[in-house]
């Protein structure tokens, strides 16, 4: 590799059908890989990077459309999980 390095980055999802252009920016995630590192650390440096972003939610997020009604019975069925979840918690420990 050259002093430079090489520029990875996962960009424009939109026109893999991803996401769509509003809200999205024209690089999501994106390393440099310094000079001598193997190209798997520099992999997994941007897996990881891409996981702690939320790319991958976001994406499945707006693959499809959900009217109002649904996200709200979603986001509904979301809270009675995570309540379920609180009490489950507080009943063991």
Partial sequence: MTGEGFFVSLT???LSGGLSKRGCNSSLAEI???EG????GALRRFKRKVQQQDII????????YLKPGEKR???AALARKRARKKMRREFAG
Avoid: G, T, V
């Fill in 37 to 40: 590192e193997s190209l798997e």
């Fill in 57 to 64: 939610k976001e994406i499945k997020k707006h693959s499809y």
């Fill in 12 to 14: 424009h999802l939109f």
């Fill in 73 to 75: 019975r979603i986001k």
């Fill in 32 to 34: 440099r890989i310094q």
